[in-house]
């Protein structure tokens, strides 16, 4: 048993879309959130800098004691192996190969169309993850991290842009049969997404997976928590507390008390 929290970063709110999925599937853990909020969006950004970002974010929740990391940022999860090898002992866990597993396990030969942030498109991260086990097909769509972000999860702008990312994709030949969302962030968005798809569709993210990778590592590692009641979250964010409670909860699904948000400095 181990009563430390568990660490989650992202550049900004979408990680919260994973930590939903991780509070409803191990409701006896703690979590300490970090969102980089003052330098998102990292999808945008080189790796060199997004290496560096996701080093420093890393670094500061294991100076907080937490028991494992989760890096629930697709666009991070490229430096996933180096903070891996710097933290160890620390277990670091990333969204990709969860990801990928939930894509292929609704269509394991694809076509799997990939919805994700510039960066992780160029990395090629789950062509990388899905190894040849089915088609995959990319679409970088950067304007969704300042929608979700914005908390413009509808309506007419959040409609054209998403029409706008997905046209090119939805008239590939042959067709994709999943959508992934590739991105911590897009899961707010599934809604106008499933609009635009259609309901033929899969449409899978790596919340629900990363959840199911991260129960398997604790109980592997004997790392698991035993409180009877839950241990309210902890946010930090690099900038801009008041906005990251008022909005985040779009992503959390639940009231975040500003209170509970933390300001910190990575630098
Ligand atoms: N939510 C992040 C991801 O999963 C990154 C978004 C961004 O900062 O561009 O890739």
């Not at 048993?1 to 509070?23: E, K, Y």
């Not at 670094?59 to 090898?85: D, F, H, M, P, Y």
């Not at 076509?111 to 510039?118: G, N, Q, R, S």
């Not at 970088?140 to 972000?149: D, G, Q, S």
Request: charged residues 20%.
């Amino acid at each position: 048993m181990n009563q430390a929290a568990i660490g989650i970063f992202d550049s900004g709110m979408g990680g919260l879309t994973v930590m939903r999925a991780l509070t409803s599937a191990l409701p006896s853990e703690q979590f300490i959130y970090l969102g980089d909020t003052a330098r998102l969006p990292y999808g945008t950004k080189s790796a060199t800098t997004v290496r560096r970002y996701a080093m420093q974010a890393a670094q500061a929740l294991a100076l907080r004691g937490v028991k494992l990391i989760v890096v629930a940022c697709n666009t991070a999860s490229l430096a996933a192996r180096e903070l891996a090898a710097s933290l160890a002992p620390l277990p670091v866990l990333g969204v990709i190969e969860p990801g990928a597993a939930a894509a292929l396990a609704v269509t394991p030969q694809g076509p799997i169309a990939v919805l994700a942030t510039e960066g992780t498109v160029k990395e090629g991260a789950y062509a990388r993850a899905i190894g040849g086990r089915a088609t995959v097909l990319q679409q970088a769509c950067p304007l969704f991290v300042p929608l979700a972000e914005e908390g413009l999860i509808d309506g007419q702008i959040t409609e054209l842009v998403v029409r706008r990312y997905l046209e090119p994709v939805l008239s590939q030949s042959p067709a994709p049969r999943t959508l992934l969302l590739g991105c911590t962030h897009y899961p707010v968005l599934r809604e106008v997404i499933r609009r635009i798809a259609g309901p033929e569709l899969a449409i899978v993210d790596s919340a629900q997976t990363t959840a199911a990778a991260v129960t398997e590592l604790l109980r592997v590692r004997q790392l698991r928590a035993d409180r009877n009641a839950p241990a309210a979250p902890r946010f930090l964010v690099t900038d801009a507390p008041e906005r990251f409670a008022r909005i985040g909860q779009v992503f959390f699904g639940e009231v975040i008390d500003p209170d509970q948000v933390e300001l910190i400095d990575l630098q």
